[in-house]
C-alpha cells in the first residue's frame, strides 16, 4: 500500500510508505494520499492529521522511474494529481503536522511545506532537487520558498540544488522546530494530541487568514478577518473558551462549526 493510515484518538496519522524508493510519488500514492485526506476532513472526529515517511527517508519527489517513457513536456500528473493534493491539503478545516523524517526533495519538499507544521528530525534535509535534472520547483514550491525564507535563499536554493540541513531549516523559519531523531514521533503525536483538543473550527479559519494574507493587501485582510473573527465569535468553542478562562479550568473544546 502506497500510504498507510492509522487512527488516534482525535488525529490520523498518514505514512508515506514506498520505503525502497525514499517514498517516493507514484499517481498511486497521490490518489491514496488524497483520498485520506478527503476521509479525515469528512470524519468530525478527526481534528489534526501528522503525515511522515516509512523508513530513512520522508519522500524523493515524482517517481523518476514512473516518468520514463513519458512525452517530452507531459505532466498531466502534476496538473491532475499534485496541483489538486497541494491545494487540498492547504485547504483542509484541520491542522496538518508534518514529520520530517530524512530527506525531503523535490516534491516531497514541497508537500512538507504545504503542512501547517513543519516538524524534521535533525537528520532530515530539505533539497530543492528539481534543478538537477532541469526542473524548475513545482507543488507550489516557487510560492512557498520565497515567503518562508526570503527571495534570496529560495533563488540559490532553487538554482543550486543544496541540501539543507533541519537545524539550517529552522533558523531560516523555512520548518517549525527541529528535534531529535528519535523524538520525532513523540513530539509529533503530542501535537497531535494538543491540536485534536483545540478549538478546530477557529484554526481552519487562522488557515483561511494566513494563507489569504500572503496577497491580501492590509484593507482587505482586516476585511478578512473581519468576516473570519465573525464565524469564529459564534462558533460553541469560542463561548465555551471564555467561559473556561473565567471559571479558570481547561477549556473542552469540541471543535464543532455551531
Ligand atoms: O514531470 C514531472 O514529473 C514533474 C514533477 C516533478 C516533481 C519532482 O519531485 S521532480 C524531483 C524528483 N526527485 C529527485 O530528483 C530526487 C531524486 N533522488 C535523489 O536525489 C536522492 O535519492 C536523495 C537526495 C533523495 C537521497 O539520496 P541518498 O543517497 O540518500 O539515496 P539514494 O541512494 O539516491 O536513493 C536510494 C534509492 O531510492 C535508490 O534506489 P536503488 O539504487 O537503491 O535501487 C534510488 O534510485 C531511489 N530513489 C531515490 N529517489 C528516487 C528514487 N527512485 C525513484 N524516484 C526518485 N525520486
Known amino acids: 500500500m502506497p500510504i498507510l493510515v492509522e487512527t488516534f484518538p482525535g488525529y490520523r496519522l498518514i505514512t508515506l510508505n514506498r520505503p525502497e524508493r525514499l517514498n517516493a510519488l507514484t499517481v498511486e500514492m497521490a490518489d491514496a494520499l488524497s483520498a485520506a485526506l478527503d476521509a479525515a476532513a ?71 511545506l504545504a503542512s501547517d507544521i513543519v516538524l524534521a528530525a535533525r537528520g532530515a534535509t530539505f533539497v530543492q532537487a528539481f534543478a538537477r535534472i532541469g526542473l524548475i520547483p513545482d507543488c507550489g514550491g516557487t510560492w512557498f520558498l520565497p515567503r ?25 523559519g523555512m520548518i517549525w522546530q527541529v528535534v531529535e531523531d528519535d523524538r520525532l514521533m513523540a513530539e509529533a503525536h503530542g501535537l497531535a494530541v494538543r491540536l485534536a483538543g483545540a478549538a478546530t473550527h477557529g484554526l481552519a479559519l487562522v488557515k483561511r487568514a494566513l494563507d489569504a494574507a500572503e496577497t491580501n493587501d492590509l484593507d482587505r485582510q482586516l476585511d478578512l478577518e473581519r468576516d473570519l473573527q465573525e464565524a469564529a465569535s459564534a462558533s460553541p468553542d469560542h463561548a465555551e473558551g471564555v467561559r473556561a478562562f473565567l471559571e479558570k479550568r481547561p477549556a473542552a473544546f469540541t471543535g464543532r462549526r455551531s
Open 42 to 112: 469528512a470524519d468530525q472526529s478527526c481534528r489534526a492529521l501528522v503525515l511522515t515517511g516509512a523508513g530513512r527517508a520522508f519522500c524523493a519527489g515524482q517517481d523518476l522511474t514512473a516518468i520514463v517513457g513519458m512525452a517530452p513536456g507531459d505532466i498531466g500528473h502534476l496538473l491532475d494529481r499534485y496541483n489538486p493534493l497541494i491545494k487540498k491539503l492547504r485547504a483542509l478545516p484541520l491542522p496538518v503536522v508534518c514529520a520530517v523524517n530524512g530527506v525531503a526533495a523535490g516534491a516531497g519538499a514541497n508537500l512538507a
Open 148 to 172: 518562508l525564507v526570503g527571495m534570496a535563499r529560495a533563488r540559490a536554493l532553487a538554482m543550486l540544488a543544496e541540501p539543507v540541513p533541519a537545524t539550517t531549516a529552522a533558523e531560516w
